[in-house]
């Protein structure tokens, strides 16, 4: 019998191993868009997460992709994203202009445009998105200008990047 329940045991262990790790990752996509002088900005975050931080940071009860989610959601992610996703160039900092958002299955999408960008040598972007409530956040910052790309993977103990062109 003791044999049976360590068999058990070891059987079931890595099962529940892998249905309690939960992974927490966001995506920041940046384009330069060089007839318009702007970078285009998209981000996409898990839906639970970003709700969880909002509602803790901001007292409210967001309720997502529900009949009661908040009319005015879009308010509190504009913010939150102010708060904690910043971007500098060698000339300035950077404000963005908040388009909107889009759920998609499990995730939120976040659309941003920063306008007026010229003469880009680099990029510095601070990401400290989920970070706060999430200290596994890891927050993947990926560029594009032209044809050359470039890549950062952000964390608690590193949240900035600088992205040389």
């Known amino acids: 019998m003791q044999l049976k329940k360590q068999l058990l045991i070891l059987l079931l262990f890595p099962l529940l191993a892998y249905t309690a790790h939960k992974y927490y990752l966001s995506l920041t996509q940046i384009e330069y868009n060089q007839n318009e002088k702007s970078l285009q900005v998209i981000i996409n975050v898990f839906m639970d997460d970003i709700e969880t931080a909002l509602n803790k940071d901001y007292n409210i009860d967001l309720q997502l992709t529900t009949k009661k989610e908040l009319t005015n959601s879009d308010e509190y992610f504009k913010k939150y994203l102010q708060e904690k996703l910043k971007f500098k160039t060698e000339e300035r900092n950077l404000s963005f202009n ?24 680099f990029l510095e972007v601070s990401n400290k998105i989920l970070i706060e409530h999430f200290p596994e956040q890891q927050n993947v910052v990926k560029m594009k200008i032209g044809k050359k790309r470039r890549s950062k993977i952000l964390n608690k103990k590193n949240d900035k990047a600088l992205l040389k062109f």
């Open 98 to 121: 908040y388009l909107g958002k889009e759920y998609e299955g499990d995730l939120v999408y976040f659309y941003l445009e920063i306008e007026n960008v010229s003469n880009l040598t």
